[in-house]
């Protein structure tokens, strides 16, 4: 068996539905941006909208340019925002992956619990550089080293791969390098373990399952996925999701 690559559907109205530490990530990447209120931002990876949503209170003359590679993440974004016009709100589907292509540049871009799922770090690093305009900031937090090592251990110990053979959970050393070459300075790159404790029983599980073990159950059989989910929470010392995050502040340099 192997664990799913590139681009993945997710199920959106169920990722909505769980208590995700992704809010408080987001709020703290949002108060770590400068804004005056008429930017036009990127909100790279921007999922079912919730810091889209935040992110729009902050830029009233404002826009933003929400990208996801998920469709069904997008129709909950424009669900959720559907009273948002044009005007201020873009909303584009594209294989992060792949070089993004703008109109236009971008004052900043924000990005939160999206970049460990983007394999190649130089190659995203040279996409937001090229649609940033020259002294546009990037705020960005996202999976480092060390993330999920229990659950990891978990899937060793079942046979089933780790979800890092997908994921890129990079050292903040060799992001600060790239971001360095990719065109950025004032580079500031900080790994934090961020533990998540869940309810054991259904928050656990249902927060697995729909979140954390996406990369691998798409793999596998659908009949097999509860008892995937229900063989992991088995092996875990506590309910808890050992997050490391990665939290990046850069500048893109003047040409």
């Known amino acids: 068996m192997t664990v799913h690559r590139g681009p993945r559907e997710w199920d959106a109205v169920r990722y909505d539905a769980q208590p995700l530490p992704h809010e408080r990530w987001g709020r703290g990447v949002l108060a770590a941006l400068p804004l005056a209120g008429d930017e036009r931002v990127l ?6 909208g919730r810091d889209t949503e935040a992110l729009l209170e902050r830029l009233p003359t404002g826009h933003v340019v929400a990208v996801d590679g998920s469709a069904a993440m997008l129709a909950q974004l424009r669900d959720r925002l559907a009273g948002v016009g044009p005007q201020r709100l873009t909303v584009l589907r594209a294989d992060l992956t792949e070089p993004l292509v703008l109109d ?3 004052d900043a871009v924000f990005s939160v619990a999206t970049l460990h799922w983007l394999p190649d770090h130089a190659a995203v690093f040279r996409s937001v550089a090229g649609v940033l305009r020259p002294g546009g900031l990037l705020r960005a937090e996202w999976g480092g080293a060390g993330q999920l090592a229990g659950i990891e251990s978990a899937l060793d110990r079942l046979g089933l791969p780790r979800i890092g053979q997908t994921c890129n959970f990079a050292t903040a050393e060799r992001t600060a390098e790239l971001l360095c070459v990719a ?6 790159v900080t790994l934090t373990p961020d533990p998540v404790r869940l309810a054991p029983g259904g928050e656990l599980e249902a927060y697995l399952g729909t979140v ?3 990369a691998v159950l798409d793999g596998l059989p659908a009949e097999r996925h509860r008892s995937v989910v229900d063989a992991v929470v088995a092996r875990l010392p506590e309910p808890t999701v050992e997050y490391v995050r990665l939290k990046a502040a850069a500048r893109r340099m003047a040409d």
């Open 212 to 214: 954390v073990l996406g």
């Open 104 to 106: 236009r540049p971008v």
């Open 183 to 188: 065109g950025f300075t004032d580079v500031d």
């Open 43 to 48: 909100d790279l990876g921007a999922g079912t």
